[in-house]
């Protein structure tokens, strides 16, 4: 059982930048974030593989936002820059057993769910 838990969402301005943060993760998972404006789809965000040799994101937030995983504190980061209010979601973290290059974007394929941490970009 993989037990979830998002930190570090909030309330920032455009052009701001914020850090969220998921953990534990202990074992060879992929990791993905995913985000989720009210009445929308849940959409993908940004994906690590186990080894970090495989990030994958999503067109919007790509050269914006950065997947990191620090083994020492079996977390993985997501570093968004240059927020916009576009980006106002609530983020989540999920996981899967993965390989060394399995960084999927199909929310479909992950076990494990957070609960989800609110950002808001607005002026």
């Known amino acids: 059982q993989v037990n979830l838990v998002e930190s570090g969402g909030g309330l920032v301005s455009p052009g701001d930048s914020l850090t969220l943060t998921c953990g534990p993760i202990?074992?060879?998972?992929?990791v993905g974030w995913f985000r989720q404006s009210p009445g929308k789809e849940r959409n993908f965000v940004a994906a690590?593989?186990?080894?970090?040799?495989?990030?994958q994101y999503a067109n919007s937030v790509k050269d914006r936002f950065t997947i990191s995983r620090d083994s020492a504190k079996n977390t993985v980061s997501l570093q968004m820059n240059s927020l916009k209010p576009e980006d106002t979601a609530v983020y989540y973290c999920?996981?899967?057993?993965?390989?060394?290059?399995?960084?999927?974007?199909?929310?479909?394929?992950?076990?494990?769910w957070g609960q989800g941490t609110q950002v808001t970009v607005s002026s």
């Open positions: 999920a996981a899967r057993p993965g390989g060394n290059y399995d960084a999927t974007n199909d929310k479909r394929l992950y076990n494990y």
């Open positions: 202990v074992g060879r998972y992929t």
């Open positions: 690590i593989s186990y080894s970090a040799a495989n990030r």
